[in-house]
């Protein structure tokens, strides 16, 4: 083996090398760029019984990129679908907006979660994309901010009291009058 | 995706969706050979036992919300959530002496609109039949609707497949064998229903543990589990109010009262109250557990068969399948009979046609059932999935139908034009609160309002009601 043959393959290993940190380090951060997620709806949204459907959809912002089902007008986005290797992931943060109390609180394929049962105050969720690893494959989205207000007590307990008077008279009314017909048949007969 | 995938081929969905379907048409022919009159078509011969009676009160009211709706109440207002929708069987409870009286009063009336048509005239009778035909059509049309989604979401069979079978099915076997058809399906359906849940129940039970649903609830969602939800304490009385105006005063539970033999109709309804009562429960507690399963729900209302299936695999999902057919075709066929009798009887011969005969009548109400059919079929053609939603509209319609009703049948004093503005009011007025404050709220308002007007009118302009006017056989006028 001469030096020149030597130098050249030195030359493209040293070649290869280069192109391989190149692309990592560009075309991660393009990925990154081009893939996004959004939450459908108002950034802030209101909930007066502390449950709510949140629904997201994903986007490719490269126009040269290959075409996913956001970005063609006529595809309905109920049936926007993930490529096989990604899945969602949607945290939720019951404390801070900078998100440092975050919990996962849904890791698939579907482009919405129906979440419930949450306390009075103000609620903090983000979602992105991950791949099988568990890396990111989209930044994290745009945060949604659900506010819980739940309906004054005062208005809950005169429904309430309101409710149960009804029932009483109801029931009142019913016993009150079948034993009257009761006693009016037997006097018949 | 948005929305879970199917749960069962497409195939067997198919499949067990014929075999069903020529069942029910079998028997519905079968027993509608019973059917020699008029009173055979409309009421069963007015001959419906203990048996037969509670089984179909139970499969009348489980419908397809009792598998959708309850557990998205339970989802979204947790544990009172779950107790609300079973407030639902209150209203059979309280039917129960209703019917008795109902029987007592009126030994041969036909539907609810004879009722109120005698006891309290025109005006008010036309306000009633708004809302209830109102009420009935939002109810047909969401059952099919709902009927051809969710055979779509589990089967993934075309949407104007599942929903054209189901009512096509019900269509048929209820034009052949009218009232006896229904109650001999009903019978049979009910079973299935009974048995699938328990089924399920089981399941769920086994595969999880109280205590974990518990932590998972008090984690994640722990307005759930406390009693202190203020949506949810409001939706309490008011569901159970909405369930006692939906059974006050549809003639579905009229028709079934005075359908069954005297003395029946109070044991009937207490048994199906007592039999329908746990379903709800069951299927709110199924979908608290979705949490500690690591479900995600998309949609509220599909739930309970997404558990099913996720833990007794194929089989639970043919489970599942079978019982949601038959909760559908159960209310489905009820409705449909029950709504033709009220067209039949209120429209046809009080305004249409007086002099009309037994047969012209019955021939009417076949008429009516197939046109029924027919509209019902294009209003769900487009799939508006929002039209289930109309129906919570019905909620202060019917709220404000159930002072007049009640007093109407234990008070002479009960005046019509208390009953005219009960209803009218009621309805204005629970309407707004629907807008103003929440769903849950409207019924609950609509019936305080309709109380308080009735009871003013009944005690400074009272009537003087004579009982014996009800148990005329002509109620043409």
Redesign the interface.
């Given at each position: 083996m001469t030096i020149i043959s030597i130098k050249i393959k030195f030359i493209k290993i040293l070649y290869s090398t280069i192109l391989i940190l190149l692309t990592l380090l560009f075309i991660k951060p393009l990925a990154h760029a081009a893939i996004s997620v959004s939450f459908s709806g108002a950034q802030e949204e209101s909930a007066?019984?502390?449950?709510l459907?949140l629904?997201w959809h994903w986007q490719h912002q490269n126009p040269n990129g290959p075409k996913t089902p956001s970005n063609q007008d006529s595809e309905p986005?109920?049936?926007?679908?993930l490529p096989q290797k990604w899945k969602y992931q949607l945290q939720r943060d019951d404390r801070s907006e900078e998100f440092q109390h975050a919990?996962t609180?849904?890791r698939?394929?579907?482009?919405?979660?129906?979440v419930?049962?949450?306390?009075d105050g103000k609620h903090y969720y983000r979602v992105r994309i991950i791949d099988t690893k568990g890396q990111s494959v989209s930044p994290w989205s745009e945060k949604k901010t659900v506010v819980v207000d739940?309906?004054?007590?005062t208005?809950?307990?005169i429904?309430?009291a309101?409710?149960?008077t009804?029932?009483f008279?109801?029931?009142a009314?019913?016993?009150?009058?079948?034993r009257?017909?009761k006693s009016s048949?037997s006097e018949q007969s | 995706?948005?929305?879970?995938s199917a749960i069962l081929s497409e195939t067997t969905g198919l499949i067990i969706l014929s075999i069903l379907g020529a069942l029910w048409v079998f028997i519905g022919y079968l027993w509608g050979k019973k059917a020699k009159n008029l009173d055979g078509y409309m009421l069963a011969g007015r001959k419906v036992g203990l048996a037969l009676g509670s089984a179909t009160a139970m499969a009348t009211w489980v419908t397809s919300n009792t598998t959708m709706l309850a557990p998205q109440f339970a989802?979204?207002?947790?544990i009172w959530g779950m107790l609300a929708y079973s407030t639902a069987s209150?209203g059979l409870f309280?039917f129960a002496?209703?019917a008795?009286?109902i029987k007592?009063l009126m030994p041969h009336g036909i539907t609810s609109g004879d009722f109120i048509m005698k006891r309290y005239g025109k005006k008010v009778w036309t306000v009633f039949l708004l809302i209830s035909l109102f009420y009935s059509v939002t109810w047909l049309i969401s059952m099919a609707m709902a009927g051809g989604i969710l055979l779509n979401t589990i089967s993934g069979i075309p949407y104007g497949v599942g929903m054209s079978v189901i009512l096509l099915v019900c269509v048929l076997y209820t034009l052949f064998g009218g009232m006896y058809a229904v109650i001999g399906t009903d019978f049979i359906q009910s079973i299935i229903i009974l048995i699938g849940t328990v089924l399920v129940g089981i399941a769920v039970l086994g595969e999880i543990e109280i205590g974990q649903v518990y932590n998972n609830?008090k984690e994640?969602?722990?307005?759930?589990?406390s009693v202190m939800?203020?949506?949810?304490?409001?939706a309490?009385?008011?569901n159970?109010?909405f369930g006692?105006g939906e059974i006050f005063h549809s003639n579905v539970w009229w028709s079934r009262a005075f359908a069954m033999e005297k003395g029946v109709g109070q044991k009937a309804y207490t048994l199906a109250a007592f039999f329908w009562f746990p379903i709800p429960i069951a299927a709110g507690f199924i979908a608290l557990a979705s949490g500690t399963l690591n479900i995600?729900?998309?949609?509220?209302d599909m739930v309970g068969p997404l558990i099913a299936s996720h833990i007794l695999g194929q089989v639970g999902a043919v489970v599942v399948f079978i019982v949601i057919f038959s909760s559908l075709a159960s209310s489905i066929d009820s409705l449909l009979a029950a709504t033709s009798d009220l067209l039949a009887e209120d429209i046809y011969r009080k305004i249409l046609n007086k002099q009309a005969s037994e047969q012209t009548l019955r021939k009417a109400a076949a008429i009516i059932i197939a046109g029924l059919g027919i509209v019902t079929w294009l209003f769900c053609l487009p799939k508006i999935g929002t039209l289930a939603s109309v129906l919570f509209f019905a909620g202060p319609m019917v709220g404000s139908t159930?002072f007049p009703i009640?007093?109407g049948?234990?008070?002479p004093s009960a005046s019509p034009t208390g009953a005219l503005w009960a209803m009218l009011l009621g309805t204005a007025i629970g309407l707004t609160a629907y807008f103003m404050?929440?769903w849950?709220?409207a019924s609950?308002?609509g019936?305080?309002i309709s109380?308080v007007v009735m009871f003013a009118f009944t005690w400074f302009k009272p009537d003087q009601y004579i009982w014996a006017t009800l148990t005329t056989k002509d109620f043409s006028k």
């Open positions: 007066k019984a502390g449950y459907q629904e986005q109920s049936k926007q679908t919990t609180v849904y698939g394929k579907d482009a919405a979660s129906f419930s049962g949450l306390s739940y309906h004054s007590w208005l809950t307990w429904l309430f309101t409710g149960a009804i029932f008279i109801l029931v009314v019913l016993v009150i009058g079948s009257k017909e048949q | 995706m948005k929305f879970q989802l979204q207002l947790g209150v309280l002496p209703m008795k009286r007592n609830l994640f969602k722990p307005s759930l589990i939800l203020p949506a949810a304490i409001i309490l009385f008011n159970l109010l006692v995600n729900v998309v949609s509220p159930i009640l007093l049948l234990f008070w404050i929440g849950y709220s609950l308002v019936t305080a109380m």
